[in-house]
C-alpha cells in the first residue's frame, strides 16, 4: 500500500497526460492536490512543511521561467535582427536533408548546450531554432526532449556527478571504507565517471539514428521508419563522432567536458562530412508542404523570416556570434571561480521556509542560464545593430510565452518538492521516491541490476533532473548494491544514466520545452513519443549493467 501510494502521483500523471490526452495545465494541478493529499493523511507529513515545499518549487518554478525566457528572447531577438534567417540560410548551405539538419542542430548542436549549461536547456534552445528552420513545432520539441539523454549525465558541467553524486552518498562513510581498502573516494567517482561514460557512449552511439527515425516516421509524408534508416551511415558517425571523444575524455580528464568537448569534436567532423557527401543519403528528405501539418503539429509561436523586411543580409558568421557567446559565457561562468564568484553575488537566499529544517531556494539570476542569455541579448542589440522598436518587439513576443508555462509548472514543481521533502514525517515512512525504488528493490532481488537504471529514471521523471535523481537515490542504490552484494560503484553509474534517460519524459521538461514554441496543451503527444527512446535507453542500460556484472566480473575498491 505504500508503495502504491508513493506510485500514484506518477501513474495519476501518465493517465491523464498520456491516457487520456489532458493538457497539462489542466492535468498538473490535480496531480499537485493528490500529491498533497496523499503527503498529509499518508506519510503523515505536516501541513507546515506541504506548504514550504510549495513555497520552495514555486521559487524554483521562477527559476526555470527565467530560463525559458532568456532561450526564447534570444531567438525573437535575432529574428527581429535578420540572424535567424542567416543561420537557416547557413544549415540550408550544408544540406537541404532535413534528417542531416537534425543531427547538426538538434543532437550535436544540443549536446554542446547540454554539455555547457544543462538542466533543460538544450530544448528550449534547440526546439524554437529547429521550427525556425522550418521543422513542425511538435518535431522539435520531440528531437528536443531526445537529445536530453547521453549528454545529460554530464550537463552543467558535470553538474550530476559533481553536485548530485557528491551529496547524494554518504562520501564520509564510504571515503572511510574505501581508503581502508587502499583506494580513495576520488579514485572511486572516477571509476563511476568512466564507467557512466561508457555506458552512455554504447548506448548513445544509436541515439542520432533513432531520432531520424523517428523524425520520418511520425512527421514524414510516408509515415516510415525506412527513410529514417536510409541514413544509418551518417546517423552512426554522427552518434560516433560525438561518443567516442565524449567517453575518452570522461575516462581521462573527469564529468566536467565529456558532453562539451563530444560535442564540439562532432560538430567539426560532422559538419564537414556533409560539406563533403561523406556517407550522406543519395536523396533529399523534407517534411511536407505546411498547409498539409495536421493541426497537433504547430505551435502557437510563429518566426515570420519575412518580418525583417529591408533590413541588410547578415552574414552567417555574425548570426551565429550571439550563440557562441551563450556557449563561452556559460564554460566560463562554470569554470572560472572569479566569474562565477561575480555572477553568483547577486542572488536570493530564502534560508529555511516557513521554519522547515531543509526546505530552502536558491535564485542566482545572473549566474542561471536565463542571466546569461539575457545579458547576450543585451550584446546581439548592438552586435547585429537594431532598433529599439525591435528589441521592444522581441521582448514583447517573448513574455507572452510565460504566462501558460509558468501556471503549468507552478502545479508540477511543487509537487516534485512535496514527494521529496516527505521523508520528513510523522508516520516514521521514508520519503516517496525512497519508497518505491524499495519496493522495486524488494520485488526484483538479485535481478535488480537490469532495473537499477529505470529506479534512476523515475527520479527523474518525478524531478525533472538528473542531478535532483542522483541526490535522491544514489544513497539507496549504494545499499542495494551492498546488500546484494554486487560492484556498487556500477550500480551507482546506471543510477546517473537511468536519470538521463528519465529526463525524455519529465513532465517539466516537456512543459518547458513546448513553452518554448508555442505548444502548451498538447504535452502528452510528446511524452507518447518519447517513451520509445527512454524505453531503448533503459533496456539497453540495464542489459549492458547485467553483462557488467555477471560475465565480464566489473569490480571496485569495495568489492575487492
Known amino acids: 500500500m505504500q508503495a502504491l501510494l508513493a506510485f500514484m502521483p506518477i501513474l495519476l500523471s501518465a493517465i491523464l497526460l498520456v491516457g487520456l490526452n ?73 544540406t537541404p536533408d532535413r534528417r542531416i539538419q537534425a543531427l547538426i542542430i538538434a543532437w550535436l548542436f544540443g549536446c554542446f548546450i547540454e554539455g555547457a549549461s544543462g538542466f533543460g536547456t538544450p530544448a528550449a534552445i534547440a526546439a524554437p531554432l529547429l521550427v525556425a528552420m522550418g521543422f513542425p513545432a511538435l518535431a522539435a520539441v520531440l528531437l528536443g526532449m531526445m537529445v536530453q539523454s547521453t549528454p545529460v549525465s554530464f550537463g552543467a558541467v558535470g553538474t550530476p556527478i559533481l553536485v548530485g553524486l557528491n551529496t547524494g552518498l554518504d562520501t564520509a562513510s564510504i571515503g572511510a571504507q574505501l581508503q581502508a581498502n587502499g583506494s580513495s573516494w576520488q579514485a572511486y567517482l572516477a571509476q563511476i565517471t568512466s564507467q557512466v561514460a561508457i555506458t552512455h557512449a554504447i548506448i548513445g552511439t544509436l541515439m542520432p539514428l533513432f531520432m531520424v527515425m523517428m523524425l520520418t516516421r511520425f512527421f514524414g509524408r510516408n509515415r516510415s521508419w525506412k527513410e529514417g534508416l536510409a541514413v544509418a551511415p551518417f546517423a552512426i558517425l554522427a552518434g560516433l563522432a560525438f561518443t567516442v571523444p565524449y567517453a575518452l575524455t570522461g575516462m581521462l580528464l573527469g564529468p566536467e567536458f565529456p558532453s562539451i568537448i563530444g560535442s564540439l569534436v562532432g560538430l567539426v567532423i560532422v559538419v564537414s562530412a556533409a560539406k563533403a557527401g561523406f556517407l550522406m543519403p543519395k536523396q533529399t528528405w523534407d517534411f511536407a508542404p505546411a498547409k498539409e501539418w495536421p493541426e497537433e503539429w504547430l505551435g502557437s509561436v510563429e518566426i515570420k523570416l519575412e518580418s525583417i523586411g529591408n533590413k541588410t543580409p547578415l552574414s552567417v558568421s555574425r548570426a551565429w556570434v550571439p550563440y557562441l557567446l551563450v556557449a563561452a559565457l556559460l564554460i566560463l561562468s562554470r569554470t572560472n571561480d572569479t566569474v562565477k564568484n561575480a555572477l553568483k553575488a547577486v542572488a536570493y537566499k530564502s534560508g529555511d521556509l516557513l521554519g522547515e529544517k531543509g526546505i530552502t531556494a536558491v535564485i542566482d539570476p545572473l549566474y542561471l542560464p536565463g542571466g546569461i542569455l539575457a545579458i547576450v541579448v543585451i550584446a546581439t542589440f548592438f552586435l547585429h545593430r537594431m532598433k529599439w522598436s525591435e528589441m521592444r518587439a522581441a521582448i514583447g513576443e517573448s513574455g507572452k510565452v510565460l504566462f501558460g508555462a509558468g501556471f503549468v509548472l507552478m502545479f508540477t514543481v511543487p509537487m516534485v518538492r512535496i514527494m521529496i521533502n516527505s521523508g520528513v ?105 518519447t517513451i520509445l527512446p527512454t524505453l531503448y535507453y533503459l533496456a539497453m542500460a540495464g542489459l549492458i549493467t547485467c553483462l557488467a556484472l555477471y560475465v565480464f566480473g566489473v569490480r571496485d575498491a569495495l568489492s575487492a
Open 425 to 529: 514525517n510523522l508516520s516514521g515512512l521514508k520519503s516517496m521516491p525512497i519508497a518505491m525504488a524499495q519496493y522495486v528493490a524488494d520485488t526484483f532481488g538479485a535481478s535488480y541490476a537490469f532495473f537499477a537504471p529505470t529506479v534512476g529514471a523515475m527520479g527523474a521523471f518525478i524531478a525533472g533532473s538528473n542531478t535532483v535523481s542522483n541526490m535522491m537515490l544514489a544513497q539507496f542504490q549504494f545499499g542495494v548494491a551492498e546488500n546484494l552484494a554486487i560492484t556498487s560503484s556500477m550500480i551507482v553509474a546506471v543510477q546517473a544514466v537511468g536519470a538521463a534517460a528519465g529526463n525524455m519524459i519529465a513532465i517539466h521538461n516537456v512543459v518547458a520545452a513546448s513553452a518554448t514554441v508555442g505548444l502548451l496543451g498538447r504535452e502528452g503527444a510528446t511524452l507518447r513519443r
Open 22 to 94: 489532458w493538457p497539462a495545465k489542466r492535468a498538473m494541478p490535480v496531480v499537485f492536490i493528490a500529491t498533497a493529499l496523499i503527503a498529509v493523511l499518508g506519510w503523515e507529513m505536516s501541513l507546515n512543511r506541504v506548504v514550504a515545499s510549495t513555497l520552495q518549487g514555486g521559487l524554483i518554478t521562477l527559476s526555470v521561467l527565467w530560463i525559458i525566457f532568456g532561450a526564447i528572447l534570444l531567438l525573437n531577438t535575432l529574428k527581429h535582427s535578420g540572424g535567424i534567417l542567416a543561420i537557416r540560410e547557413g544549415f540550408a548551405n550544408i
